[in-house]
């Protein structure tokens, strides 16, 4: 029998909804209800979805979504995220579960790619790796006092500098934290990624956006005003307590996320309520 996974936010895990939209999919498939992973310590390991596993769906909003990356990367199982939260930019338009299930019965979705991230970390005695399918950012662990740290990109010494962090985003990611911090939105086909300071104390280089074959280092020295904390995705965290150096790059590895809107640019046209009406609104016309 087909084989389905839902991916459901802990709260909504009992409701009604969720129940009613498992009940729809179980006259198709054999129906494997799970909660999202927690947030977990970048060491932990994360059991991936059955090979025998057709779609995993995600209810909830982003960071269900981000949480059903953990359960498929590496396993080319595609997810399709349905938006039951507020924020909800890498889930589908809101029609209805019941007719979410047609389409999932009836195959109506495309595919796409995007691809990930990948770092090397070198934290004292620890060498980690992490991925992430938004963001690799590097945060401040104390509320009173800034990082320090350098950067470099392809061996090359761009700047040295206090701030609240650092995001290293792929451009999916482009629209989440990156953008908050005040980078620019990448079209998901681009093989790029992106680097945004956060709330640099002094003058800063603006948002880079580098090639996907290039490489990008971070440096946090023992000295550092506060120590730092490295978080993938928002999800899995690395406390970096000691002098530290991160290594990021483009990664040949892709998560694939199923349905969607006809076009990126709907997309953002949708969920950022476009057009924007600048200062022009309201006056009129004055001819």
């Known amino acids: 029998m087909r084989q389905?996974?839902?991916?459901?936010?802990?709260?909504?895990?009992?409701?009604?909804?969720?129940?009613?939209?498992?009940?729809?999919?179980s006259k198709g498939f054999k129906v494997n209800l799970e909660p999202a992973v927690p947030h977990h310590p970048l060491a932990d390991s994360i059991r991936t979805v059955s090979p025998k596993t057709e779609l995993v769906v995600s209810l909830g909003g982003d960071g269900t979504?981000?949480?059903?990356?953990?359960?498929?990367?590496?396993?080319?199982?595609?997810?399709?995220?349905?938006?039951?939260?507020?924020?909800g930019f890498l889930t589908q338009p809101g029609t209805g579960l019941s007719k979410i299930a047609d389409e999932i019965f009836e195959g109506r979705y495309a595919l796409s790619k995007h691809f990930l991230l990948e770092a090397s970390i070198d934290a004292g005695s620890q060498a980690l790796?992490?991925?992430?399918?938004?963001?690799?950012?590097?945060?401040r662990v104390s509320n009173s006092r800034m990082v320090s740290m350098s950067l470099?990109?392809?061996?090359v010494e761009m700047a040295d500098f206090d701030a609240n962090g650092l995001v290293v985003s792929t451009p999916t990611g482009s629209t989440a934290y990156a953008f908050s911090a005040g980078?620019?939105?990448?079209?998901?086909?681009?093989?790029?990624?992106?680097v945004v300071p956060v709330d640099g104390a002094v003058l800063m280089p603006r948002p880079l956006i580098v090639d996907k074959d290039s490489e990008i280092e971070v440096r946090v020295p023992s000295n550092s005003p506060a120590p730092a904390c490295l978080v993938f995705d928002g999800r899995r965290y690395l406390d970096l307590r000691c002098a530290s150096r991160i290594r990021i790059r483009h990664s040949f590895q892709s998560i694939i996320m199923?349905?969607?809107?006809?076009?990126?640019?709907?997309?953002?046209?949708?969920?950022?309520?476009?057009?924007a009406l600048g200062w022009k609104e309201g006056e009129g016309e004055k001819r």
Do not use: Q
């Open 4 to 25: 389905i996974t839902v991916i459901s936010r802990s709260a909504l895990l009992n409701s009604r909804a969720v129940s009613k939209f498992c009940s729809l999919l």
């Open 65 to 87: 979504v981000l949480a059903a990356c953990e359960r498929v990367k590496g396993t080319g199982v595609p997810i399709f995220g349905v938006n039951m939260g507020h924020l």
């Open 183 to 194: 980078g620019g939105i990448i079209w998901p086909a681009v093989k790029a990624l992106e």
């Open 129 to 139: 790796r992490g991925w992430a399918i938004n963001e690799a950012a590097l945060e």
């Open 152 to 155: 470099r990109v392809d061996g």
């Open 258 to 275: 199923a349905g969607g809107y006809s076009s990126f640019a709907m997309r953002l046209a949708s969920k950022f309520r476009l057009p």
